[in-house]
């Protein structure tokens, strides 16, 4: 994924890029196992993509579930790959399931 998405290793970093940005956050959950690979694959070309044509309106974060799991919880997430987006740290909007380019567009447009 290009450098514009931040790419947390732990909730206590998720909780920093938050913290840190200054407009609203592009969360998107990854997971790791079997059924879920493929699909965070292409998910991660599509939020890298959106990440450059965004990068004036919003801030990017990957967050692996799996290493993350009190933002996860917190953002209430159940599965992988899912977008959420934030604004001032209180959910805006969410999808669960992979989502083409258009379709991620369309969500930011509907909700930014």
């Known amino acids: 994924m290009p450098r514009r998405v931040h790419q ?3 909730d206590a970093e998720v909780d920093f890029v938050l913290r840190m940005s200054d407009g609203p956050v592009l969360a998107y959950f990854s997971g790791t196992w079997p059924k879920a ?3 965070c694959r292409a998910m991660d070309l599509v939020v890298g ?6 990068a004036n309106l919003l801030t990017a974060i990957k967050i692996d579930i799996t290493r993350c799991p009190e933002a996860t919880k917190r953002y ?9 987006l934030l604004k001032e740290g209180a959910v805006a909007a969410r999808s669960a399931g992979p989502m083409t380019h258009a379709e991620v567009r ?4 509907a909700h930014l």
Do not use: H, K, M
């Open 37 to 39: 690979i493929e699909a």
């Open 8 to 10: 947390p290793l732990e």
């Open 49 to 54: 993509r959106i990440a450059e044509e965004y």
């Open 76 to 84: 209430g997430v159940t599965g992988a790959p899912s977008v959420v």
């Open 106 to 109: 369309d969500f930011l447009i």
